[in-house]
């Protein structure tokens, strides 16, 4: 399967201001994203466990659950903890940055966002997760061939020992 093969990564958009929405989706679905949006943090929530995008990009500052607090709850959930979340918001001070990776995320960008940046960042978080996840799998691959090899030994040595016997 080629590329161009593959379905849309999905992105969940979660801010409340209909303007950057309405910008972020255009941008992200001209470079081929299927994007999702939400308007409030128990509305993103249940996006994301019911849609299980490839990346958020999260406000901090939604009306109902901040996104640190939504941030927390997705981390905690095993059905959305893998997905990579972005913030994008205005908060600039050092101790909003460190709390956002403290609660788990990867990325931080500051509004008002460039575009270029966005895509940039966007694109490596989901190559990242891309590699990742082939390498949890070469990994299972390797622990059953292993574990396959570790039985068939096993099958060896007692097949000698029992000949060694007669």
Not at 20 to 43: A, C, K, P, T, Y
Not at 108 to 114: A, E, L, N, R
Request: contains cysteine; proline residues 5%.
């Amino acid at each position: 399967m080629s590329a161009t093969d593959m379905p849309p990564q999905t992105i969940l958009i979660v801010d409340d201001e209909p303007a950057n929405l309405r910008m972020m989706v255009e941008h992200l679905e001209v470079h081929g994203f299927r994007v999702l949006v939400s308007q409030d943090g128990i509305s993103g929530l249940r996006r994301a466990r019911y849609a299980r995008p490839d990346l958020i990009l999260l406000d901090a500052i939604l009306p109902d659950l901040n996104g640190f607090e939504l941030c927390r709850q997705l981390k905690a959930d095993a059905s959305t903890s893998a997905i990579p979340v972005i913030f994008m918001t205005i908060l600039t001070i050092p101790e909003d940055k460190v709390k956002a990776f403290a609660v788990g995320g990867v990325d931080y960008i500051t509004k008002p966002v460039q575009w270029e940046e966005v895509l940039a960042r966007v694109t490596t978080h989901l190559r990242i997760c891309a590699l990742t996840h082939k390498l949890q799998q070469a990994n299972y691959a390797l622990e059953k061939k292993m574990s396959e090899h570790a039985a068939e030994m096993e099958r060896m040595q007692q097949l000698l020992q029992s000949r060694l016997q007669k």
